[in-house]
């Protein structure tokens, strides 16, 4: 299980704001978790995605393409993987380690 972390930046659009690019990514995503395949959380600057490798490759080609299909002629996408090999561990399960942390009195 491997965690992306993208952001897909439309370039040469109408004006600065980008969420119905973001919402059309959203929207591609959310049928790739309905077929069980990915989780993913949106966040004010990225999108975290959470699934088998393989298949995030396959997710990210999809919402990189998503903004070429309303007429925009460039798209930069920055990808970042967290694959972790030793063991399982989910999008939550990180978070919930940090949590954990901070509960811990000071040494």
């Known amino acids: 299980m491997a965690i ?3 952001t897909v930046i439309p370039i040469g659009t109408e004006t600065p704001s980008v969420s119905k ?3 059309e990514i959203q929207k591609i995503l959310s049928q790739y978790e309905e077929n069980g395949s990915i989780s993913y ?5 990225s999108t975290l995605i959470e699934g088998e ?6 997710v990210i080609q999809a919402i990189h393409n998503a903004p070429f ?3 925009i ?4 996408t920055n990808i970042r993987i967290d ?5 399982k561990v989910k999008m939550n399960d990180k978070l919930t380690s ?3 942390q901070l509960e811990k009195p000071s040494t």
């Open 73 to 76: 002629q460039r798209v930069a």
């Open 4 to 6: 992306v972390d993208v």
């Open 41 to 45: 959380q949106l966040t004010p600057m």
């Open 83 to 87: 694959d972790r090999r030793d063991k």
């Open 98 to 100: 940090v949590l954990n």
């Open 21 to 23: 690019y973001v919402a």
């Open 69 to 71: 299909h309303t007429g």
């Open 53 to 58: 490798l393989p298949v995030l490759f396959e």
